[in-house]
């Protein structure tokens, strides 16, 4: 069972499966690292800090199998997919839980960050300024009820952000946006998306740059 599946026209669903790669990463690292050991079986300092490594392995594997025996990984429905400069949206999060677990309300707090990056060579050199051109905050709520968590946050994208700040050449332009979902009863939630920002102005935008002008001025 996943959060929703109600996807408007023209939106999109992003699903936040952290918890599984980080449990095939710490696998993985642990078989490395027992190999490893098995090969270093006759030097016991190297074999303590591939011990102490092996362990912090396990340790992530453990937690993000337990991870994902809670719960269904985390959906965001976007009602407007891609982006465009001054569109606002109300952002869906959802998360549905495996086992019991008790009800409350879940806060949402993160930051919608734009980076721009221009690439440039000054002779043979080649050299890479970066900006951010938008840092804003989000935030939201929703209650956990009955094993469900439905949440709501309000993105909107600025209308001056966006477009190149640096009079440089390839300048590469990327929106993401960082969320966390404090869960008083329990473990925090950490993700971040990419998300596509076309260089237009949003609609309603559009229609008050082209109106006419009003009778008498």
């Given at each position: 069972?996943?959060?929703?599946?109600?996807?408007?026209?023209?939106?999109?669903?992003?699903?936040?499966?952290?918890?599984?790669?980080?449990?095939?990463?710490?696998?993985?690292?642990?078989?490395?690292?027992?190999?490893?050991?098995?090969?270093?079986?006759?030097?016991?300092?190297?074999?303590?800090?591939?011990?102490?490594?092996?362990?912090?392995?396990?340790?992530?594997?453990?937690?993000?199998?337990?991870?994902?025996?809670?719960?269904?990984?985390?959906?965001?429905?976007?009602?407007?997919?891609?982006?465009?400069?001054?569109?606002?949206?109300?952002?869906?999060?959802?998360?549905?839980?495996?086992?019991?677990?008790?009800?409350?309300?879940?806060?949402?707090?993160?930051?919608?960050?734009?980076?721009?990056?221009?690439?440039?060579?000054?002779?043979?050199?080649?050299?890479?300024?970066?900006?951010?051109?938008?840092?804003?905050?989000?935030?939201?709520?929703?209650?956990?009820?009955?094993?469900?968590?439905?949440?709501?946050?309000?993105?909107?994208?600025?209308?001056?952000?966006?477009?190149?700040?640096?009079?440089?050449?390839?300048?590469?332009?990327?929106?993401?946006?960082?969320?966390?979902?404090?869960?008083?009863?329990?473990?925090?939630?950490?993700?971040?998306?990419?998300?596509?920002v076309v260089a237009e102005l949003a609609q309603p935008h559009q229609n008050i740059q082209d109106a006419p002008p009003e009778a008498g001025r």
């Amino acid at each position: 069972m996943t959060g929703t599946t109600n996807i408007p026209p023209g939106g999109h669903r992003e699903v936040d499966d952290s918890a599984s790669t980080f449990s095939f990463i710490g696998i993985a690292a642990a078989i490395i690292l027992a190999f490893l050991m098995f090969l270093a079986r006759s030097n016991g300092i190297v074999m303590a800090i591939l011990g102490l490594l092996f362990l912090a392995a396990l340790a992530v594997a453990a937690w993000s199998i337990r991870e994902m025996r809670r719960w269904n990984p985390i959906e965001v429905v976007f009602s407007e997919w891609p982006l465009t400069l001054g569109s606002s949206q109300q952002l869906h999060v959802h998360r549905v839980a495996k086992t019991s677990v008790p009800d409350g309300t879940i806060a949402i707090t993160g930051e919608l960050i734009c980076t721009e990056k221009a690439i440039y060579k000054v002779g043979t050199e080649t050299r890479t300024d970066t900006a951010t051109p938008a840092l804003l905050p989000v935030s939201g709520m929703g209650p956990l009820a009955q094993g469900r968590f439905d949440g709501t946050i309000e993105l909107t994208i600025p209308l001056d952000r966006g477009a190149p700040t640096m009079d440089l050449t390839h300048n590469e332009i990327t929106w993401e946006l960082k969320l966390e979902l404090t869960n008083p009863n329990g473990a925090d939630k950490r993700m971040s998306f990419r998300i596509p920002v076309v260089a237009e102005l949003a609609q309603p935008h559009q229609n008050i740059q082209d109106a006419p002008p009003e009778a008498g001025r």
